[in-house]
Nanobody, 125 residues
Framework: QVQLVESGGGLVQAGGSLRLSCAASGRTFSSYTMGWFRQAPGKEREFVAAISWNGGSTYYAGSVKGRFTISRDNAKNTVYLQMNSLKPEDTAVYYC??????????????????WGQGTQVTVSS
């Protein structure tokens, strides 16, 4: 059993930056592909980014590529999402996700094993 807790959300102006953190419980954190999803009001939850178990590979949605960076620190059981050049359309609840032994390009809403509770990110114009 894995528990995920996100933090770092908040209100930021367009063009600004924000860093999200996801702290995981358990001893098997390094065995999981980790990812971030987001869900805006009235929209479906969508994939944002994923990172392999050792941090060697990353994968991003086209809408955030070049602006967002996913990283992980297995010693701290934590995954991060650095968000730069934020846009109002980035406004959403951001969810941390753990997907055991999953290739980074195949992480989907239905494949995810564990979800965090979500953290709100609001980008003002």
């Amino acid at each position: 059993q894995v528990q995920l807790v996100e933090s770092g959300g908040g209100l930021v102006q367009a063009g600004g930056s924000l860093r999200l953190s996801c702290a995981a419980s358990g001893r098997t954190f390094s065995s999981y592909t980790m990812g971030w999803f987001r869900q805006a009001p009235g929209k479906e939850r969508e994939f944002v980014a994923a990172i392999s178990w050792n941090g060697g590979s990353t994968y991003y949605a086209g809408s955030v590529k070049g602006r967002f960076t996913i990283s992980r620190d297995n010693a701290k059981n934590t995954v991060y999402l650095q968000m730069n050049s934020l846009k109002p359309e980035d406004t959403a609840v951001y969810y941390c996700a753990a997907d055991r032994d999953r290739p980074i390009t195949l992480v989907t809403m239905t494949s995810v094993d564990y979800w965090g509770q979500g953290t709100q990110v609001t980008v003002s114009s």
